[in-house]
């Protein structure tokens, strides 16, 4: 059996005043795996507590299957939980291991079968007489997937079930998990926030910041049509380059995007995209740029719709079967904060609510909180203090090539930029071409 999950602005809150989870709404298909990806403290687990019933919802509903579940003790959800501490009971085999939850659910009937074929399944079975110090890392996380599975759960909740194993076995591990969870059909909700398990685990991805949905979509459409900047920065290795941009669009000539010492020429005639930015004339703006959409070439190879930059070498990093280069375009880097650890700001709601109750400030208050705060600011409100300085990174643009292709620290290369790829984005971090009414279609 397996069920849909549903929340309906649901919000959890510890401390007055500070939601950790602020008004999150997913609904969650029969059979689904859905992957909430977020940096530290963005509230993950918080989320995966209250499906499970181990953490009351605060505000909010949560059904399953249509059905209002927010009373339900955990026993009475149905949900099996993997977590990334993981615990087995030392003084037990792998076999009473996975086999204890059978029997506190029905004491009477043999767990051996069922033990069996879930070792099986996840090829333990060697293991099964094992005891969990007797047996590696990995061992000991498929033991406690088995526990998971054994019981035939109609919804897992795993959470960051991966993240203390080696990388290699986390990769085979992630494999297994999503070829288990296919075969058993069963939704499953996995939290992590590395965004590479995410994009190859997800058939959707929820992206959350500061206990905020930032956006929900399949691997590709979060990718391609990220809705801000903080999705943009938060997927995709190397890390999209964020620069700071002026948009200059004269009435007589070719519009440009303004990089410091270098321009981005929009080619001609302007797409559709390009035309809408024109509103964007003499303002800030962030253009993002993946490292796949620019190409080191001779500025004679430029194909229509590129545009040139010059950029120079600061850095080479060898990775074996591509390069990645660091250049040095004369451009700002664009600084998103929050990527790593977001913190929900605490909202004086008493004080705000007893000034004014107008329709306009409730707007007001609603639209503030549903974003957490500006995903970026380009330009600093003139009471907050001076930020730390960011760790300099060599150069500005990462641009990834061939190992082919000799390039040393010093030199001047030109950098043809495909504009199909370009994202730009305003002061505020949202997506302004492409045009974010594109979003809906892409899954179509
Ligand atoms: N019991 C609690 N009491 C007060 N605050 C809490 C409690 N549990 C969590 N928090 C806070 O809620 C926020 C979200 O925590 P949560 O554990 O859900 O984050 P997370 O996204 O899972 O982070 P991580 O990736 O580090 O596990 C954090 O700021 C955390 O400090
Ligand atoms: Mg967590």
């Known amino acids: 059996m397996t069920r849909a999950i549903s929340l309906h602005d649901v919000s959890k809150t510890y401390t007055r005043g500070v939601r950790v989870v602020d008004r999150l709404s997913l609904d969650i298909a029969p059979g689904e795996f859905l992957v909430l990806l977020g940096p530290s403290g963005c509230g993950k687990s918080t989320v995966l507590r209250m499906i499970a019933g181990l953490e009351e919802v605060t505000e909010g509903q949560l059904l399953l299957d249509g059905e209002y579940a927010n009373h339900l003790i955990p026993a009475e959800r149905d949900v099996a939980m993997v977590f990334q501490n993981f615990a087995l009971y030392p003084n037990m085999t792998s076999r009473g291991n996975i086999g204890f939850p059978l029997r506190v659910e029905n004491p009477g009937a043999d767990p051996g079968p069922r033990v069996d074929a879930t070792a099986r399944m996840l090829g333990i079975e060697d293991l099964l007489d094992r005891y969990p110090g007797q047996l590696s890392g990995g061992e000991r996380q498929r033991v406690a997937m088995g526990r998971a599975i054994a019981r035939h759960p109609s919804v897992f909740l795993m959470d960051e079930p991966l993240s203390n194993l080696d990388a290699k076995l986390r990769n085979h591990l992630r494999a297994e998990i999503a070829r288990l969870t296919r075969e058993l059909g069963v939704t499953t909700v996995y939290v992590t926030h590395d965004q590479a398990e995410a994009m190859s685990l997800g058939d959707r991805v929820a992206v959350l910041r500061g206990g905020v949905l930032q956006q929900v979509g399949s691997p590709r459409s979060v990718y391609a049509l990220p809705r801000n900047v903080f999705v943009a920065a938060f997927i995709g290795t190397p890390r999209i380059n964020l620069l700071r941009g002026l948009v200059r669009a004269p009435l007589d000539g070719a519009m440009t995007?303004?990089?410091?010492?270098?321009?981005?020429?929009?080619?001609?005639?302007?797409?559709?995209?390009?035309?809408?930015?024109?509103?964007?004339?003499?303002?800030?703006?962030?253009?993002?740029?993946?490292?796949?959409?620019?190409?080191?070439?001779?500025?004679?190879?430029?194909?229509?719709?590129?545009?040139?930059?010059?950029?120079?070498?600061?850095?080479?990093?060898?990775?074996?079967h591509e390069v990645l280069v660091h250049f040095n375009t004369g451009s700002q880097a664009a600084v998103v904060p929050d990527l790593e650890a977001p913190r929900p700001v605490a909202r004086p709601s008493r004080r705000r609510r007893r000034e004014g109750s107008g329709v306009l400030d409730r707007l007001r208050e609603r639209a503030g909180s549903l974003r957490a705060g500006p995903v970026v600011a380009l330009d600093d409100p003139p009471d907050t203090a001076p930020r730390p300085a960011e760790p300099r990174l060599p150069g500005d643009l990462v641009v990834r090539t061939t190992p082919d292709i000799d390039l040393r620290h010093g030199m001047q290369v030109p950098l043809l930029v495909d504009i199909a790829h370009l994202f730009v984005f305003d002061q505020?971090?949202?997506?302004?071409?492409?045009?974010?009414?594109?979003?809906?279609?892409?899954?179509?």
């Open 428 to 444: 505020h971090g949202e997506r302004i071409s492409p045009a974010p009414a594109r979003l809906p279609d892409l899954d179509e």
């Open 257 to 320: 995007i303004s990089l410091g010492k270098q321009f981005l020429r929009l080619p001609e005639p302007l797409s559709l995209d390009h035309q809408l930015l024109r509103v964007q004339q003499g303002r800030e703006v962030i253009v993002g740029l993946r490292s796949e959409a620019i190409r080191i070439a001779k500025r004679a190879d430029a194909r229509p719709g590129e545009a040139v930059l010059t950029g120079l070498v600061e850095h080479v990093e060898f990775q074996g």
